[in-house]
C-alpha cells in the first residue's frame, strides 16, 4: 500500500522505508548517463526532497528535460539517502508530469530581485523566500492565539465597516452605495449621506480599539486580530493601506501591566519562531537577513528598554551636534523616523519603549497624568521599522475624557457609547495595537513590508 506523503510528515516522522506517492513542484532535474535527481518541493516544509528516476522508466526522455516549476506526482520507494544535506530520498517507480511549464515562466531564473517578484505576486509564493516567509508568517499567527489564549484572553471580532473613526486613527476609506454621479444632496448641497446605506457617512474601520474596550469592560482580558484600513498617502517601506492589527485590551489595569504585556508578547513570537521555524529562519537569513537569528536570539535574552518620551527628548537633544537630525528635536514633536532609528539603532540596538507622550500629539482617549501635560501613552519602537506597537492607559475618568473631547475639537454626541463606558462601573484599562505585519516584517528582517504580505495594497496599487 502507498499513500500520499507530505514531505513535511516524511521528515518529521522519520520514515526511512516504504512506498509514498508524493506532489510538488520540480526546482531543477540534474542529469546523469544511467539516471536523473530530480529536486522538489511540496510547499509543506523549507527542505526540499531528492527523487532518483532510472533510465528506464518509460517516461524518462520528458522527466530528464523538465524544467523549474513543473508539477510532478511520484510513486517510489523511500531509501536513506547517501547524499549529503537530505535524510532520505525517492526511488521513483511511476513518475507522473502533472503540469508542464510554459517556456516563458517568469520565474526560470534562479536569482529574481523582490522588485522583480512584487510585479508577479501571483507567483512568488513558488520562491523558497517567499514559502519561508509566509511560513513565518503564519507561524506568528498561530502564536498569537496560543499566547492569548493561554493567558486567558478571549477574542473579539470587531467591526470592519464602521461609522465611528477611532480619533482619527488614520485615512479613511468610504463606503458607500450611492450612485456617485447623481448623490442624494441636503439643503446646503452637500451628500446626504442618511439616505446612504447605513443612514450615515460610513467607512472600513482603522482600528477595532473603542469597540474592544467595550467588551473590556465585561470580560476584562480581550483581544482583536483582524484587518484594518488606512488611506496612507505616503509611500514608505512600513505603510500599508490594508494591514492586520492585534489589539489586546485589559480592564483594571495601568500603563505599566500594559507595556508588561507587549513585551511577553513580542518576546513569545520570537520565541515560537525560533523554535518551530528554523529552517526558514536560516534560509531568509542567508537570503535576504545577514545576523538575523542573532538579532532574534538577543531580543529575547535582553530587557528591553524603557525610557520616557522626556528622556528620548534629551536624549535626542544630546545627540543632535553630532547626527544632525532634518528636524531638530524639542520637547512637544512627534518623534520623526530619523530619532527612532537613533534611539533603537544608535542610542540601543535593541527595541525601545517610549512612554509618556505629550498630550498635544496623542489621541484624546488616553490617561492624562497628574502633570496635565503628558498622556499615559507607549511606543515600541524596533530597529530598521520604527513604530512597531502603538498603545496607552485610556482615560477612566468621565469628566476628564469630556474636556479632552472639547479640547480636540471633536463632538462629544459622537462617542456617546464610548462615554457610557466611564459612565457605568468605569474602571482603570488600557491596550495596544501592534501591527502584524510590521511584526512580520521584524521577524524576518525584510526591508519592505510588502514583501510579506500576500498581496499588498497600497496608494495606487490593488492589482491581484
Ligand atoms: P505610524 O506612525 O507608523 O504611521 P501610527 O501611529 O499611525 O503608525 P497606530 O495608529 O498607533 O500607528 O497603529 C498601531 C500599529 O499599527 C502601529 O504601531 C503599526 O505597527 C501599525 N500600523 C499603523 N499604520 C500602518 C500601516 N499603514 N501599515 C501597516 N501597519 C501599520
Ligand atoms: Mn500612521
Redesign the pocket.
Known sequence: MSSLHSVKKIIKDRIHEGSVVVEGWVRFVRKSKQFCFVVFNDGSTQDNMQIVVDASLSNYAEISKMINGTSISVLGDLRVSEGKGQAVELDAKEFTIVGHVEADYPLQKKATSLEFLRENAHLRARTQLFGAVFRVKNALSYATHRFFQEQDFYWIHTPILTASDCEG??EMFRVSTLDPKNPPLDDKGEIDYTKDYFGAPTHLT??GQLNVECFSMGLNKVYTFGP?F?A?NSHTH????E?W?IEPEIAFAGLDEVADLAIEYMKYLINYCLSHCPKELEFIEKRESPGLVERLQGVVTSEVVKITYTKAIEILEAAHAKENFEFAPKWGIDLQTEHERYLTEGFHQGPVIVTDYPKDIKAFYMKLSDDGKTVRAM?VLVPGI?????GSQREEKLDTLKKRIKEMNLSESDYWWYLDLRKYGTAPHGGF???F??MVQYVTGLHN?RDVMAFPRVQGNAKF
Request: no cysteine.
Open positions: 486613527a488614520g482603522v482600528s484594518t488606512r496612507e512600513r505603510h500599508l493601506s494591514f492589527m511606543d520604527g513604530e512597531i506597537i502603538g495595537g501592534l501591527g505585519e510590521r513590508i
